[in-house]
């Protein structure tokens, strides 16, 4: 989801004076004489990163290219203005993305950065579990302590995050003793002592109750990082509805919370604490007795490795799946559906914004919050790009008994079976995977082997419809008013 619905203004004295024509304020720059773009390293809300290489060095660094088209409003330009204020301000210290610079030509702006090549948490999680044979409290306290420390500088330079998730943290390097960073901060604003925001920003699973409220302060990053906590320790996050979040009821019961510390239990608590003034602050967590030295070194339940991969990848293969089954529906099939879109899509840019949906529910009568608004939106967006596409938009609003139907499974598997032998192999899978720009190969793989009962190393049909047919991913038709 983007986070351009809010004001995003640097302090005064960090804004430059603007150049006519130009975002940044400073004269337009061909990045390719200073850098080589090269391969594509993911795709975010409104830019690519890729991998590039300076041409006088030879250095590798990140370069995320924001399309300029895109930045329709001039609260979406001082959006990317401030993160990169944000990220000069930040910059050098421990656990924090190193920034290189940033460039502007006729199409993009391009912001250069340490490459940070060790790859995402839950990676790392799955390698220590098996270079140990084991994954401890202690592991996870180390991890954690990195995540914190970010939040602290963060907080004691006055930026408040808005987007803490295990997605925005990559480890430096592959060595034993890479550091864990901070990498994205397209969500950040700067935050003076008292000041409260009242837009709606986030991730779903990580979104603290204030926020919901609509009005937070800086201390929804401990929130967030309290859910990562939850999820490094339990493979699963805390919470699954925005109902459940608002409640804040911890479930230490099932497993594997019982063998895991009272002293980790006491910081999730302190952390996930519903009233923030009432939430423990960065500088205290870092000083909790867990993080210091209490911390277990005893293996955790071999559940929360397979859980973390399951989370971490299934959902995204439901959501491509249902999007190549809106893909094959008929006109018959999605009659009124399409002139809906079109009516919600008003700049016919072939997406819906988040406020395009919000006005055109409004327009049908709909008496939709605003969270679920961004539910919808999250729940429609497979390619992650904050907007909803119109198949996107076909598959969220199908019923659910009409996607799953055996004909339109059956196409969908067909889809992704592309020598029609019966079976979705790993190179089948690959393709498709990354033909939409949905993850690398470590996701490829954990699909494969969630999917995979009989673990033969491919997906049958059987096994496909099984997947399809259960979980919590919901196409939201009720939510859309179509029945």
């Not at 390293?41 to 895109?70: D, H, P, R, V």
């Not at 608004?373 to 076909?394: H, P």
């Amino acid at each position: 989801m983007g986070c351009f619905n809010s004001k995003t203004l640097p302090p005064s004295d960090l804004v430059s004076d603007q150049e006519p024509g130009t975002i940044l304020g400073k004269p337009l720059k061909d990045i390719n004489k200073l850098y080589k773009l090269k391969e594509e390293l993911g795709k975010g809300n409104f830019g690519t990163t890729y991998m590039c290489q300076e041409i006088a060095t030879g250095n590798s660094y990140a370069c995320k290219s924001i399309l300029k088209s895109k930045l329709r409003s001039q609260e979406e330009k001082e959006a990317v203005k401030t993160e990169i204020h944000i990220m000069e301000h930040v910059s050098g210290l421990q656990n924090i993305v190193q920034f290189k610079g940033s460039y502007e030509d006729k199409k993009f702006i391009h912001i250069v950065m340490e490459l940070c090549s060790g790859g995402e948490l839950f990676n790392k999680i799955d390698a220590l579990a098996k270079s140990n044979s084991f994954y401890s409290e202690k592991d996870a306290a180390g991890i954690f302590r990195s995540i914190v420390n970010a939040v602290q500088i963060c907080h004691s330079l006055d930026v408040i995050h808005r987007d803490l998730k295990p997605e925005n943290f990559l480890f430096s390097s592959k060595d034993d003793n890479a550091i864990l960073k901070a990498i994205d901060f397209g969500c950040s604003l700067y935050i003076r002592e008292g000041e409260t925001f009242e837009s709606f920003v986030g991730s779903k699973y990580y979104i603290a109750p204030e926020v919901l409220g609509g009005s937070y302060g800086k201390e929804i990053d401990i929130w967030s990082a309290g859910v990562i906590l939850f999820i490094l320790l339990s493979g699963a996050p805390p919470f699954d509805t925005y109902d459940e979040i608002k409640e804040g009821k911890l479930d230490f019961d099932s497993q594997p919370w019982p063998s895991i510390s009272l002293s980790a239990k006491d910081l999730i608590e302190k952390m996930l604490t519903v009233n923030p003034m009432h939430r423990i602050t960065a500088a205290k967590v870092l000083e909790h007795p867990w993080i210091k030295s209490e911390a277990p070194d005893k293996p955790i339940d071999n559940i929360v490795i397979s859980r973390l991969k399951q989370f971490r990848a299934m959902n995204k293969f439901k959501k491509l799946a249902l999007k190549v089954i809106a893909e094959g529906l008929s006109e018959e099939e999605i009659k009124g559906l399409k002139t809906m879109f079109e009516n919600m899509d008003t700049d016919k840019s072939g997406s819906i914004t988040y406020q395009e949906l919000k006005i055109g529910l409004n327009r049908l009568g709909s008496k939709l919050t605003e969270t679920e608004v961004k539910q919808l939106i999250e729940a429609a967006d497979v390619d992650g790009n904050g907007t909803i596409d119109y198949i996107e938009f076909i598959a969220a609003t199908m019923q659910k008994h009409r996607l799953e139907r055996d004909e339109h499974l059956y196409k969908a598997f067909q889809y992704f079976d592309k020598d029609n032998s019966g079976y979705i192999t790993r190179d089948e899978l690959e393709v498709a995977i990354k033909e939409h720009g949905m993850g690398d190969e470590a996701m490829i793989k954990e699909i494969i082997s969630e999917v995979d009962k009989d673990n033969d190393g491919k997906i049958d049909y059987e096994e496909f419809c099984t997947m399809m047919r259960s979980g919590n991913l919901q196409p939201q038709g009720k939510l859309f008013g179509i029945h």
